[in-house]
């Protein structure tokens, strides 16, 4: 960043001076009361009925929310996927990815007025491609790069953008069992410009149509392709879990419209930091007036923390095998999945799906995807999964968000250490 | 922030490291090119129209933009409300701002779970209350503050929450001239919640109806109230510009929806961030599921950040009079409208507002408004006193845009001053 040339002892005793920031910072911050990201009592973005239910049950039943004397009275939230797990990760690597930003840089509006999009910052954009070639996941060649406030953000500048200059609402889709914040998000502003037209399985309109592919799918984990295949679709890839600490990576994606975020690649979802890779140049300049309007740009401080964070999973990829990001997370996540499947073993009333395994170009590895979330399902009588997992203190998202049947649930694997184990020891002990 | 019980000397330790950092970073900033806030050629976030000419006159006359030799041949875009003027403050304000965040902080969505607003880092309400305080400017007792992507978010999640759940799409309105910005952000999901209605004058429907109150007003900088005034309206109060370096502060600001930006207050527009203060808890509540809906939640990289600045804003207010944020800033303001008033003199083709004077309860001063915006009109027979400018390689917004006459520009005051500077200089040497 710092073009200095002739600043090097300079730049040493800075970076000295960092890392002294940074070994006083840990040292305070282990003393005081951190309550970030280390409440289990979230009751945020939920669906709406769920966030409603647990706020008058925590009305009701204080034990719920209060105790944590007794693990076997705390409630464990996995209903979301606030990936908090990566929080040790970052811990151990140190000060290389702590930000310091001073009160009289980044006051403009503008980061690259030369770019379409002239909100990104170009450190971001730079590092974003670096990422992707290290790891082969997407062709950023001939793309122009979008940034949103999370990809969330980017999603529904995709829709505008795609939708934009129509005569009639187009229609979206997404087979299900379908991300359950997608038809929500569809349809909130009850817009004009497109419409949630449900399972794209049963989808068969001779008319422009808008399909949304997730891959790794959120909730079930299966890779996905589109499914209605006609002429007139458009398509918008969410490949949020399309890292390889989550599923092989087979070969670079290459479409029209990608969506990436920073909260599930390396885990700071309170970044708000997504980007898009675009190939049409009309299409990112809509994208980018989408987010004109919605909110006037994206944060730049937390653009320059995300090209910190993303240099440090490259770095980390390029010169350190044991502190390899995507290696110790693929481990995390291997042994969390293992851990699931043998108490879903030892209970019985439960099954998760299977996953075919396949070869990973990044990691020289055969694996079957290992997903962020578990699509688990209530075998036997239990006809509402989420319930009887609640009378349990364990919040999931039932199945019928996502289109499904309510014998399913979806559950975040990328909580805390602490939660996942009391999740997987009450799940073992559970019998029908 | 930091709760150690016996860190006193860690602390000391920690701001002495904080001191070395900003020393270093600022002597190697002067050494590098920074390109942060300082490219007068910047073709974002105009209105379409604009941004699509200014690219085209680029394209086909590159000197324009590429020539900086030769002042006279340098376009100034004062089109947009860039407040770089607040740079040199904070540069001088030195390290007391700096932000040091470590990689494995704020990864979580969350920041409070027992807030309404579940994204509201605490430090961040904790400081807008103070500030309120020592200005005087807004009520903030029984008020539920709700973070956004800059105010431009914030009004909308406003437009959604009073708009939930109607039957028909609700009036929008504006006294003209009103914000451009306003009418497409209303405009451009084509909601089926709510509709522009246009000038807040002629609305005379029995039907329930959104007013948008800007005061001081943008563009004209005139003090507002309500205007339809009839038993069905809903209010939204933009106080972007009620701080005391704009206008005399002359009572708390006491309504039902109350929007604030750091970008007009402290300057610090690259951050997006905004509050809004709100009486209702269920409107509070709604605002929050907007934003959920729209990005999950608000960069926390940025709320800390702009929590520090608004604290050092507060802390200037209260310690130091001759580096008080707000005098300072008063005084240069001051001094720009003196100027412009001179230069419009000088040359005889323009005319501008004048402005009562009133008692400022903050500074115990009697002054009148001196807007962040000018609203300059050409006398005469130029009927498009944008084109007249532009041929001048002024940039500004046409009146049309804010529905009134193309003899009106806004023109912003806060630009940096080498741009202010070259502005005056050319405006007061025009002859008709």
Known sequence: MWK????????????????????????????REYNLGTDENFRGF???????????????????????????????NLDHGDPTMYESYWRQAGDKTTVVISGWQAM?????????????????????????????????????????TGSTQLFQAALYALSYG????????????????????????????????GDASSFNEDKPYIELITSPNNPDGFMRQPVVNRSKGMLVHDFAYYWPQY????????????????????????????????????????????????????????????????KAVSDSCEHAYDSNFFEVSYHVMSQRWSRLRDAVKKSGMFSTPKFPPAFCKYSNRT???????????????????????????????????????????RISMLDQDSNYDLFTKRLSAMRS
Chains 1, 2 share one sequence.
């Not at 939920?46 to 409630?75: H, M, P, W, Y």
């Not at 419209?257 to 390396?266: A, P």
């Not at 290992?370 to 239990?382: M, N, R, S, V």
């Open 4 to 31: 200095s040339s002739e600043g090097w002892s300079m730049r040493h005793a800075l970076m000295l001076s960092l890392a002294l920031n940074v070994w006083l910072l840990l040292r305070l911050a282990h003393e």
């Open 46 to 76: 939920c669906t709406e009925e769920k966030a409603s239910s647990f706020l008058s049950n925590s009305t009701s039943n204080s034990s719920a929310i209060d105790e944590f004397d007794d693990d076997q009275g705390r409630v464990i």
């Open 108 to 148: 403009s509006y503008f980061s690259d007025v030369r770019n379409i999009c002239w909100f990104l910052e170009p450190e971001l954009a730079k590092e974003v491609i670096r990422l992707h070639k290290i790891v082969g996941n997407a062709v950023t060649e001939g793309r122009h790069i979008v940034a949103g």
């Open 166 to 197: 129509g005569t009639e609402p187009i229609s979206v889709v997404s087979a299900t069992p379908y991300y359950s914040f997608y038809r929500q998000v569809v349809e909130y502003m009850k817009s004009g410009l497109y419409k949630w037209a």
């Open 247 to 310: 599923t092989p990576i087979t070969s670079p994606a290459d479409h029209d419209i990608m969506l990436f975020t920073v909260s599930k690649c390396t885990g700071h979802a309170g970044m708000r930091i997504g980007w898009a890779l675009v190939k049409d140049e009309e299409i990112a300049r809509r994208m980018t007036k989408y987010i004109e309007l919605s909110s006037i740009g994206v944060s730049k401080d937390s653009q320059f923390r995300a090209a910190k964070i993303v």
């Open 367 to 409: 694996f079957g995807t290992q997903p962020a979330f578990a699509w688990l399902k209530c075998e036997g009588d239990i006809e509402d999964c989420e319930s009887f997992l609640r009378d349990h203190k364990i919040l999931t998202r039932s199945g019928k968000h996502f289109g499904m049947s309510p014998k399913y649930v």
